[in-house]
């Protein structure tokens, strides 16, 4: 069975999604990004027979003289985008709500990283895969092709939600991997600090960033009645108290915190939106490159 | 009307204490929830609530659960309502116009017959006069005035006068009850079947059979058995044979001798006893006739009462009773009080009270299992 963590209802409708990156729109008519290198043949793809009306310099010349038959060489063009699926591992990535216990955030992440794997396959971009921990910083290099796709999947498939949001030390990997010009993804929820520096730093250093914060429905809602024992997943702290107590302040103090993370990733020039794990996984994609949100189901 | 047989089952309802403790100690029980965005959350401990219950339906399911049962410990009863109107009997045979003005018109009459029917109805079945009015005696609550209207010849009752636990007005007015139809007492007839050894004893019962001046027959037990009217005397030892038994089954009367082993039954009874009250017969029932058996051998030296010359008529007592007397004036049957007052017939909600609870306790499950699948992360 080929794991594929895409429903398939979303993958249905990824047809209308467009990966697009900011710079690039408009700079340039030709292509679906801007691009440097315009000669084609850079990457070897296959050998095909000879037509009459193939350029002369585009037979492989060797080949013939092992051969005795002309062949073309043909190459890909090769697309100068290379987007970076940035995954948040923290603890919190794992929380989620009591209605839907099987979806956490960090399920809801692996479909939407899937998805943006799924779109950047079909544009012929390269995609890699960075996830973020504690523990460690892990890389999947950048590929284009089906095979990319599989990595992907087959990487998506490990992750497990555990530790805390690395240093500033350990992110180097991070720095040495995304060149400028990259499109980056994040997918986290935004709670650690080191998150926000560094789509902050990565944006002021020229690379595309785009940012998806996973927020569970409860954290939207805060449906809690009677006595809990809230825990923090990645601190060991806990907070006793009665739901219905607790509502109205948090809900004023996390919209507050939301407005104030949101305010920042916008003066960084780091596109944004959120994901409720209650939404269909592709609403956050819809919303970052849907062109036309009015005809769409873009929630 | 609704009456406890146990009040004191009720102490029972103490124990609703115990869902209402249940249902405040498990307000603190706080669940356990991951929650990443920690840092927003107020961190001060909430003040501390006011009394409060959690899950109230379950609770007050509970407690009318534990009141059902405290119910069903003290056993309610449901007795019929009774009203404490005068009460006036009157027994078939009196003159009904003397007997409305013996009590006087609006007193409202009833017939001491079954099922006490109203004066202006038919009286229905007449007899058992004094059954009766223990029946009525026993019906009526305590304290009610009772007044019985008879005629002054009774007829249909038992050889003691009624104890009630009341006084009575005891009227009697003019008439008589119809006196029953005089029954001949048939003699018994004998038919003798004897095994070969116990020839001796065909004598007594000779003797007997002429005494009454019946015919008599007697031959040995091979001998086919005599008509169903007559008496069969079999004398024998050991088991009887399926021959007699079947006689019996079909509603024979088979006297049998001390040697013969009846089929053991739990209905055995004495019916003859000498004047010392030693058993001299016992009788048991079988099919739809009767079983007679002699405790003792037919020898005066064991058996002193076969030389009496009284000893026929008390084995034709035994073998065809003497109807009782049954008429009596009715000046010489004015109840006497004396009894101690009867519980009257009530009606048990035990059983309704038990489905109750048992419906009850299955919606307490329900209830409470429902609440902890909400509860399930």
């Not at chain 1, 060489?73 to 591992?89: A, C, F, G, Y």
């Not at chain 2, 609704?2 to 405040?24: E, K, Q, R, S, T």
């Not at chain 2, 005891?170 to 018994?188: E, H």
């Not at chain 2, 058993?279 to 076969?306: K, N, S």
């Amino acid at each position: 069975m080929v794991y594929d963590p895409i429903p398939p209802e979303v993958r249905h409708r990824l047809k209308g999604l467009r990966l697009f990156a900011r710079r690039a729109s408009g700079a340039s008519g030709i292509g679906l990004h801007a691009s440097r290198s315009r000669g084609a043949g850079l990457e070897f793809a296959q050998y095909r027979a000879y037509e009459p009306g193939d350029e002369l310099r585009q037979i492989d010349w060797k080949l013939y003289a092992r051969s005795d038959k002309f062949f073309v060489r043909e190459s890909e063009r090769e697309s100068p985008l290379r987007v970076w699926i940035v995954l948040d591992l923290s603890a919190s990535m794992g929380q989620s709500d009591a209605a839907k216990p099987g979806w956490s955030r960090l399920e809801a992440a692996r479909a939407m990283a899937a998805c943006v794997g799924e779109l950047a396959l079909r544009q012929g971009d390269a995609f890699g895969l960075i996830t973020l921990s504690d523990r460690g910083v892990a890389v999947v290099e950048a590929a284009a092709g089906l095979k990319a796709r599989d990595r992907l999947r087959l990487e998506l498939f490990k992750l497990k939600p555990e530790g805390g949001f690395p240093s500033l030390a350990q992110l180097s990997p991070v720095w040495c991997r995304i060149r400028a010009q990259d499109m980056v993804m994040v997918f986290s929820d935004g709670f650690d600090e080191g998150c926000a520096e560094l789509m902050t730093r990565l944006s002021a250093a020229g690379r595309d960033v785009l940012m998806v914060q996973t927020l569970t429905a409860e954290e939207r809602d805060f449906p809690f009645q009677g006595g809990y024992r809230f825990d923090d997943p990645e601190g060991g702290a806990e907070v006793l108290g009665d739901g219905k107590a607790l509502r109205a302040d948090f809900l004023k103090r996390f919209a507050a915190a939301r407005q104030a993370f949101e305010a920042r990733l916008f003066a960084a020039g780091v596109r944004h939106t959120h994901y409720w794990l209650d939404e269909p996984v592709d609403a956050p994609l819809w919303r970052l490159f849907g062109q036309k949100p009015s005809g769409k189901e873009t929630v | 009307m609704p009456a406890l047989l146990f009040p004191l089952g009720l102490a029972a309802l103490l124990a609703v204490v115990v869902p209402l403790v249940i249902h405040l100690m498990r307000r603190d029980e706080l669940r356990p929830l991951v929650f990443a965005a920690l840092r927003w959350l107020d961190p001060r401990p909430k003040p501390r609530q006011r009394i409060r219950f959690s899950e109230w339906p379950l609770l007050w399911v509970r407690l009318l659960l534990i009141a059902m049962l405290a119910l069903l410990l003290a056993r309610p009863v449901l007795t019929a309502p009774l009203s404490d109107k005068p009460y006036v009997a009157v027994v078939p045979g009196a003159d009904p116009k003397a007997a409305q003005q013996a009590v006087g018109e609006d007193a409202e009459a009833h017939w001491l017959t079954a099922g006490f029917p109203r004066l202006s109805d038919t009286p229905g079945a007449v007899g058992e006069v004094s059954s009766r009015l223990r029946q009525l005696d026993a019906q009526l609550p305590q304290g009610v005035k009772l007044t019985v209207v008879v005629p002054q010849t009774l007829q249909g009752v038992d050889a003691e006068r009624p104890i009630l636990s009341r006084t009575v007005d005891w009227r009697i007015v003019a008439r008589a009850m119809p006196a029953a139809k005089s029954v001949a007492t048939k003699l018994p007839v004998l038919s003798l079947r004897y095994a070969p050894d116990r020839a001796a004893d065909v004598r007594w019962f000779r003797a007997v059979s002429a005494a009454w001046q019946t015919p008599f027959e007697a031959a040995g037990a091979d001998a086919a058995l005599p008509p169903k009217d007559r008496v069969l005397v079999w004398l024998g030892s050991g088991n009887v044979p399926p021959a007699v038994r079947a006689r019996v089954k079909s509603g024979g009367t088979v006297l049998v001798g001390a040697q013969t082993v009846l089929p053991a039954s739990p209905q055995r009874r004495v019916v003859w006893r000498d004047a010392t009250g030693a058993p001299l017969m016992e009788a048991q029932g079988e099919g739809r006739g009767e079983w007679l058996r002699l405790t003792r051998p037919l020898r005066p030296a064991v058996f002193p009462e076969l030389l009496e010359p009284t000893f026929p008529d008390q084995l034709a007592a035994v073998l065809s009773p003497p109807p009782s007397p049954a008429r009596v004036e009715a000046r010489d049957l004015i109840p006497v009080v004396g009894r101690s007052i009867f519980t009257r017939p009530s009606e048990e909600l035990t059983p309704w009270l038990a489905l109750l609870v048992a419906a009850l306790f299955l919606i307490e499950r329900l209830l409470a299992t429902a609440a902890r699948r909400r509860a399930a992360p």
